[in-house]
């Protein structure tokens, strides 16, 4: 397994920055990584809720199937999973003064089969998309994507 943690300093309060990352669709905004991500369901995004996600890494597209497992006021998880690798998203939010929010987020990747002998090879690439989310989420949650 390969996890990838960071902590970022996001410019908005603990609840706009819960409800923006809640709506998953919207990692086209912060991630570089993916490609297009749609909400599959309809309604208030819940434990439950599920998006379409396809990424490209590393000159491959994947295709992945996301559902919120944990939605609580400070924390969100979202589990992805597809034939080779189930990915997870942690996020664990605090309130830093009026107006900022400190995000701790883990994303852990799982991978199956044949793919698991890939993924000490992996580790790099990853903690380099990790590095690339620090820089483009706080200003996507402030309304700002680049």
Do not use: Q
């Not at 599959?40 to 919120?68: C, I, K, M, Q």
């Not at 939605?71 to 996020?91: I, Q």
């Amino acid at each position: 397994m390969i996890t990838v943690e960071r902590n970022i300093l996001l410019p908005v309060p603990l609840d706009e920055a819960v409800s923006y990352l809640e709506e998953f669709e919207r990692t086209e905004e912060w991630d570089p990584g993916t490609v297009r991500c749609a909400r599959v369901d309809a309604g208030a995004v819940r434990p439950g809720s599920t998006w379409h996600n396809t990424s490209r890494f590393r000159g491959r597209t994947t295709e992945l199937v996301y559902r919120l497992d944990v939605r609580e006021p400070a924390r969100l998880v979202f589990v992805g999973e597809n034939g080779t690798v189930v990915a997870t998203d942690e996020m664990t939010f605090a309130a830093r003064g009026a107006g900022a929010t400190a995000l701790t987020y883990r994303a852990s990747f799982r991978f199956k089969g044949l793919a698991r002998l890939a993924a000490p090879f992996l580790r790099n690439a990853f903690e380099r998309l990790g590095d690339d989310v620090v820089e483009r989420m706080p200003a996507a949650v402030a309304g700002r994507p680049r």
